[in-house]
T-cell receptor, first 109, second 111 residues
Framework: GQQVMQIPQYQHVQEGEDFTTYCNSS?????IQWYKQRPGGHPVFLIQ?????EVKKQKRLTFQFGEAKKNSSLHITATQTTDVGTYFC?????????FGSGTKLNVKP | SAVISQKPSRDICQRGTSLTIQCQVD?????MFWYRQQPGQSLTLIAT?????????ESGFVIDKFPISRPNLTFSTLTVSNMSPEDSSIYLC????????FGSGTRLTVV
């Protein structure tokens, strides 16, 4: 299946600090999606990026798709304890999505 | 987005037995997907379930171990057969609707 590298694996931040997770692919992607999974929960769709260089914002979350459509990032400004969870990117290939390894975010109050 | 009812939500099973997981979607969908999430890991696609044809399995997953049924466009089952402790995972069904929408998952523990 499609290979996508996601870093970092873990991130511990103090509440109010920023957080970024990255996904990188060796091949050009048609699109990329981001999901959040709270502890004990199931993944929840956040956003899909399709266009080269696309930037989308959802409140404190900023999503970017690289110009070459080989990488993407999710940035959270001023983290809150409600941001705790694992963030996954997912790439689309052959009519199905393949998930990155995830970045587990812990926010200390 | 779609609403998916998945059950059971959790189960503890003896090794060598089988468990069937059910997913019901609130509207018709062409494809349903089954994923496995081992403890602390990412999601791995097991198979794609199409109505009216056999499921398509990913590398490393076989029909004898994970038989799938898809009797209509709103329902699918995944069976985990002849279970061993290594099958202890969360199993999730999903459909494509505004991104992927997931069922709430089945947390399986094999003892």
């Amino acid at each position: 299946g499609q290979q996508v590298m996601q870093i970092p694996q873990y991130q511990h931040v103090q509440e109010g600090e920023d957080f970024t997770t990255y996904c990188n692919s060796s091949t050009t992607l048609s699109n990329i999606q981001w999901y959040k999974q709270r502890p004990g929960g199931h993944p929840v769709f956040l956003i899909q990026l399709v266009k080269s260089g696309e930037v989308k914002k959802q409140k404190r979350l900023t999503f970017q798709f690289g110009e070459a459509k080989k990488n993407s990032s999710l940035h959270i400004t001023a983290t809150q304890t409600t941001d705790v969870g694992t963030y996954f990117c997912a790439v689309y290939n052959f009519n199905k999505f393949y998930f990155g390894s995830g970045t587990k975010l812990n926010v200390k109050p | 987005s779609a609403v998916i009812s998945q059950k059971p939500s959790r189960d503890i099973c003896q090794r060598g037995t089988s468990l069937t997981i059910q997913c019901q979607v609130d509207s018709q969908v062409t494809m349903m997907f089954w994923y496995r999430q081992q403890p602390g890991q990412s999601l791995t696609l097991i198979a794609t379930a199409n109505q009216g044809s056999e499921a398509t399995y990913e590398s490393g997953f076989v029909i004898d171990k994970f038989p799938i049924s898809r009797p209509n466009l709103t329902f699918s089952t995944l069976t985990v057969s002849n279970m061993s402790p290594e099958d202890s995972s969360i199993y999730l069904c999903s459909v494509v609707r505004d991104g992927y929408t997931f069922g709430s998952g089945t947390r399986l523990t094999v003892v």
